[in-house]
């Protein structure tokens, strides 16, 4: 898909202005402004009537997830990219045992792809770049059903959608100009 291949594009340009050490340090603030601790110092709240519901999410998010340590980069790659991409590891009795991050450069949501289930969502995972990065056998596409993933994304422009639009899309035309603007002025001298 040529939207795929555009999104990898604005992947390398929000790595690059992630090394600007202002832009850094705001995508860090909207980190630490979404993962605040309550008056309790935990991150998140679960408020059911439901004893067992409580002590199962509560296992979950701090336990399975980890959500006291994990959360931050989770949010700030969300805020990176648009959008963050968690594996989930089922099991039929325990439920979610594990978590693994996934590359945004390697997931694709694919939606609306089966006429015959038309609400059906899917993720496929094509590993880029050399093999050396996950060991010495290359690994394959592989395809998860929609339980199998966490897909975080930020949904505030329909234009980014199924993916998220990320909160540096603002500004990387300024940031585009900017740097060919340096790249001139050290030419020039």
């Known amino acids: 898909n040529s939207y795929d291949v555009a999104r990898r594009e604005l992947y ?7 090394a600007d050490p202002i832009i850094s ?3 860090d603030i909207y980190s630490d402004e979404s993962t605040v601790t309550n008056q309790e110092k935990k991150i998140l709240t679960v408020k059911t009537e439901n004893v067992k519901v409580a002590k199962i999410l509560h ?3 701090y336990d399975i997830l980890n959500i006291e340590f994990n959360l931050w980069p989770w949010v700030r790659n969300m805020n990176k990219y648009g959008d963050f ?4 590891e089922v099991t039929e009795k325990y439920g979610i045992t594990n978590v693994t991050p996934m590359s945004a450069y390697d997931v ?7 006429p015959e289930n038309p609400q059906m969502v ?3 995972l094509t590993p880029q770049g050399d093999s050396s990065r996950h060991g010495s056998n290359k690994r394959e596409t592989e395809t998860f059903e929609n339980y199998e993933v966490a897909h975080f994304r ?4 329909s234009n980014y959608v199924p993916y998220g639009r990320s ?15 340096e790249d001139a002025m050290l030419i020039h001298r």
């Open 12 to 18: 390398k340009d929000y790595e690059l202005m992630d």
């Open 25 to 27: 340090s705001a995508l």
């Open 59 to 61: 296992n979950l998010f």
């Open 85 to 88: 991409f968690l594996q989930l």
């Open 108 to 114: 694709a949501r694919m939606e609306g792809h089966d």
């Open 122 to 124: 899917q993720f496929m």
């Open 154 to 157: 930020s949904l505030s422009d």
């Open 167 to 181: 909160m540096l899309e603002g500004g990387r035309k300024t940031w585009k100009q900017l740097t060919l603007m």
